[in-house]
């Protein structure tokens, strides 16, 4: 089935009352393009490798709307305009300029499936679920992933830079803490290279459902990784949850600037002599969270491993 897209150019002060006025006249879903930088209350709940670099926020926007059923396109191009004039009365509009393309029905929410196929980490094959074992890495070590609307493939340099710590420090005593766990991808591969249990922190409630699901998928026990939505930095009763000194390691894959603040927190879960793993540390970054932990009286960084133009850092609490 193909649709027909269309594109208004317009502002970012009439976005929210074109928004409305689409939705008055019957056009469910719309798409909204703006160099606005996300604020702290839009990526609450969002794991984000790294924000992108957006140009200047010149008050330009885009709002994009589809369209199946051209039969009545005649008379939706005339509420459109008409609602336009309405707003212009209020606000600023812009071009108010339309451009018309045509768009194939998909599936969004499992079309990028078909990029996520079985690869290594070393001895290790991280697999989808839905995808058979390559003969040739049938003796490796096997996890099995579906992130579902969760963060967490394991594809991501960060996220192969933290299995490949979990390698060297795990071991059958290890109690971990897996901060921003997403699908569960590090805690269970610490459950598969032989922890004794997990406990994850995060704050998309679809991460619970996920890692149930590749706990199952795993056939690892619901009981060994213990999943709670929240912020551990701030959340006193995410906190006690979780307890005190009583993690052998600490993971943590998320942004330099959530490491920096939760660098000061994580120490009070971790054992004297534990270690703190974390990545999602892009290069530019990296002298910004060793500077954070080399303040921390608490911690000691004992290595830096790099992928590509990501780090991580590893740090031993005192």
């Given at each position: 089935?193909?649709?027909?897209?269309?594109?208004?150019?317009?502002?970012?002060?009439a976005?929210?009352?074109?928004?409305?006025?689409?939705?008055?006249?019957?056009?469910?879903?719309?798409?909204?393009?703006?160099?606005?930088p996300?604020?702290?209350?839009?990526?609450?709940?969002?794991f984000?490798?790294?924000?992108?670099?957006?140009?200047?926020?010149?008050?330009?926007?885009?709002v994009?709307?589809?369209?199946?059923?051209?039969?009545?396109?005649?008379?939706?191009?005339?509420?459109?305009?008409?609602?336009?004039?309405?707003?212009?009365?209020?606000?600023?509009?812009?071009?108010?300029?339309?451009s018309?393309?045509?768009?194939?029905?998909?599936?969004?929410?499992?079309?990028?499936?078909?990029?996520?196929?079985?690869?290594?980490?070393?001895?290790?094959?991280?697999?989808?679920?839905?995808?058979?074992?390559?003969?040739?890495?049938?003796?490796?070590?096997?996890?099995?992933?579906?992130?579902?609307?969760?963060?967490?493939?394991?594809?991501?340099?960060?996220?192969?830079?933290?299995?490949?710590?979990?390698?060297?420090?795990?071991?059958?005593?290890?109690?971990?803490?897996?901060?921003?766990?997403?699908?569960?991808?590090?805690?269970?591969?610490?459950?598969?290279?032989?922890?004794?249990?997990?406990?994850?922190?995060?704050?998309?409630?679809?991460?619970?459902?996920?890692?149930?699901?590749?706990?199952?998928?795993?056939?690892?026990?619901?009981?060994?990784?213990?999943?709670?939505?929240?912020?551990?930095?701030?959340?006193?009763?995410?906190?006690?949850?979780?307890?005190?000194?009583?993690?052998?390691?600490?993971?943590?894959?998320?942004?330099?600037?959530?490491?920096?603040?939760?660098?000061?927190?994580?120490?009070?879960h971790?054992?004297?002599?534990?270690?703190?793993?974390?990545?999602?540390?892009?290069?530019?970054?990296?002298?910004?969270?060793?500077?954070?932990?080399?303040?921390?009286?608490?911690?000691?960084?004992?290595?830096?491993?790099?992928?590509?133009?990501?780090?991580?850092?590893?740090?031993?609490?005192?």
């Amino acid at each position: 089935m193909k649709w027909t897209k269309f594109t208004l150019k317009t502002t970012t002060e009439a976005v929210d009352l074109i928004s409305s006025m689409l939705d008055e006249i019957g056009i469910e879903g719309i798409e909204i393009e703006d160099n606005v930088p996300l604020s702290d209350a839009d990526t609450k709940g969002m794991f984000i490798d790294i924000l992108p670099e957006l140009p200047p926020d010149d008050g330009t926007a885009k709002v994009s709307f589809y369209v199946e059923d051209l039969s009545n396109l005649e008379n939706i191009i005339h509420q459109v305009n008409a609602g336009l004039d309405e707003i212009a009365e209020f606000v600023n509009v812009g071009e108010r300029t339309l451009s018309v393309s045509e768009t194939e029905d998909k599936d969004w929410i499992n079309n990028w499936k078909q990029y996520f196929k079985p690869f290594t980490v070393d001895d290790i094959l991280i697999k989808p679920t839905w995808e058979t074992i390559p003969e040739e890495h049938k003796d490796k070590l096997l996890i099995q992933i579906d992130p579902g609307t969760a963060f967490g493939t394991g594809m991501h340099e960060t996220t192969q830079l933290c299995i490949r710590q979990l390698r060297k420090y795990v071991n059958a005593d290890s109690e971990i803490i897996d901060v921003g766990t997403g699908s569960g991808i590090l805690g269970i591969a610490a459950l598969k290279l032989g922890a004794k249990s997990v406990f994850g922190t995060d704050l998309d409630e679809n991460a619970i459902v996920a890692v149930g699901e590749n706990l199952e998928s795993n056939n690892i026990p619901a009981d060994r990784f213990h999943v709670v939505q929240g912020n551990i930095i701030d959340d006193k009763n995410i906190q006690d949850q979780a307890g005190y000194e009583c993690y052998d390691i600490a993971v943590a894959n998320i942004l330099a600037p959530v490491i920096i603040m939760l660098q000061g927190e994580i120490c009070k879960h971790i054992k004297h002599g534990g270690m703190f793993i974390t990545s999602g540390i892009i290069n530019t970054k990296e002298q910004d969270v060793k500077d954070a932990m080399n303040a921390n009286p608490e911690l000691e960084i004992v290595e830096t491993t790099y992928q590509g133009d990501w780090v991580s850092i590893t740090a031993r609490r005192k």
